[in-house]
């Protein structure tokens, strides 16, 4: 819901829906939080409790980085930036599905993408009052879907070296130090 109404800000543009947008994605992370608090910590976790948390995620980053894309100017860079966000937590997903612990970790992880465009709809704030432009967009939107294509480089090779130490381990067990 907050992604919704963030993306919807940031479309529509201005002083005050660039704050509200950076309002609606600290809500949403709180909102993702507290949602993880209580599946974990209250033991109100399920077996689909997984697969219910991570689709919202994707939706909910598809719905903010797709507008950034288009109030920065460029529609297929705000494409490119949600489909390299998806990718990081494909690859993270694809680890875990290998029997591997899921890195969550990377330059562009969930907490950094959004603390890059919490910044950017600030500083995007300042810059549309003070000079009518919008190159905090555009620069968030590049450094948000280079930084996912770095994290999602990151994560394949951690994930290959771990595979390969296993690999290692599991034929040749005297090489365990």
């Not at 033991?43 to 920065?72: C, H, M, Q, W």
């Not at 875990?96 to 890195?103: E, F, N, R, T």
Request: aromatic share 8%; net charge positive; proline share 3%.
């Amino acid at each position: 819901m907050w992604a919704a109404i963030g993306g919807t800000l940031l479309l529509q543009g201005g002083v005050l829906a660039w704050v509200g947008a950076a309002l609606c994605v600290q809500l949403r992370l709180v909102c993702n939080l507290l949602d993880g608090m209580v599946a974990v910590e209250g033991g109100k976790g399920s077996p689909v409790g997984a697969l219910y948390n991570e689709i919202p995620d994707r939706v909910a980053d598809t719905a903010f980085l797709v507008p950034l894309g288009y109030a920065a100017g460029l529609p297929w860079l705000g494409w490119a930036a949600a489909l390299a966000a998806m990718m990081t937590a494909y690859v993270r997903t694809f680890g875990g599905a290998l029997g591997l612990a899921q890195d969550f970790g990377g330059v562009m992880a969930k907490q950094r993408r959004m603390a890059a465009l919490t910044v950017a709809l600030i500083a995007q704030a300042v810059e549309h009052a003070l000079w009518g432009t919008r190159y905090s967009l555009l620069a968030a939107a590049w450094i948000i879907m280079a930084g996912s294509l770095l994290t999602v480089a990151t994560r394949t090779l951690g994930i290959a070296r771990r595979l390969k130490t296993q690999h290692l381990e599991a034929h040749h067990p005297e090489v365990r130090s």
